[in-house]
């Protein structure tokens, strides 16, 4: 792994693990074992390590959040993309933990995660829309829009209710709550009936859960 690659991993690992504000540029050399000199060689300051690795969540959440929606999906499939979309969120959560000081600190951010925000929501609207097309929900076009910015703001700020609520739970536990909880908004138009919609949703949540504590205590 080349030196730039292995600084901004460790800039990712520290500032996810201790927090944004409490990691300098000094303590990611040492956890590369550089010189502080040799760091400052491929990124000028704080202000452009932050800059490379939103570059590199933006261009994953883009690939996450175009995917496409066009066919039918099953609560297994709405499950799965969910858990990818909160997957991708924790693994740069650092960017959520405080958000809005974040984005005042680093400004030249905000338009970049309005646009980030503004994605997210056209996905929510797209998956609910391709499923009422289908039959599959019950939902109309002013609640769809709703909705979708219900769905929004859970994929933004779940993390920190979970962070607050349950700060030693695992990164596994996390995702999939958030999962459930997306899921839990669109129970209620689900054209076969909230019950079933909910029981097929709470069922994965218990399974995935399991398997999720098992590879843990491997």
């Not at 000028?44 to 999906?73: N, Q």
């Not at 974040?102 to 400004?107: A, D, E, I, T, V």
Request: proline share 3%; hydrophobic share 40%; charged share 25%.
């Amino acid at each position: 792994m080349k030196t730039r690659e292995r600084i901004l991993k460790a800039s990712l690992e520290l500032f996810n693990e201790e927090g944004e504000t409490n990691v300098s540029t000094v303590d990611i050399a040492n956890q590369v074992d550089i010189s502080p000199g040799n760091l400052y060689y491929h990124f000028k300051g704080k202000d452009a390590l932050i800059a490379a690795l939103y570059d590199a969540f933006e261009e994953e959440m883009r690939i996450v959040l175009t995917a496409p929606v066009e066919s039918p999906l099953r609560a297994e499939d709405n499950w799965l993309y969910f858990y990818i979309v909160f997957e991708e969120i924790f693994d740069f959560r650092f960017f959520y933990r405080n958000l809005t000081d974040l984005l005042n600190r680093y400004p030249q951010l905000n338009a970049r995660f309005d646009d980030l925000l503004e994605r997210k929501q056209a996905t929510c609207v797209a998956l609910l829309t391709s499923l009422a097309e289908r039959n599959l929900l019950d939902i109309r076009e002013d609640e769809t829009e709703q909705v979708s910015t219900r769905l929004t703001m859970l994929l933004t700020y779940w993390l920190n209710f979970e962070a607050v609520r349950h700060p030693n739970a695992s990164g596994p536990d996390i995702i999939h709550g958030g999962v459930y909880h997306v899921l839990s908004h669109v129970a209620p138009y689900f054209a076969a009936g909230r019950g079933v919609f909910m029981d097929v949703i709470s069922t994965l949540y218990e399974d995935q859960k399991a398997d999720a504590e098992k590879r843990a205590n491997r």
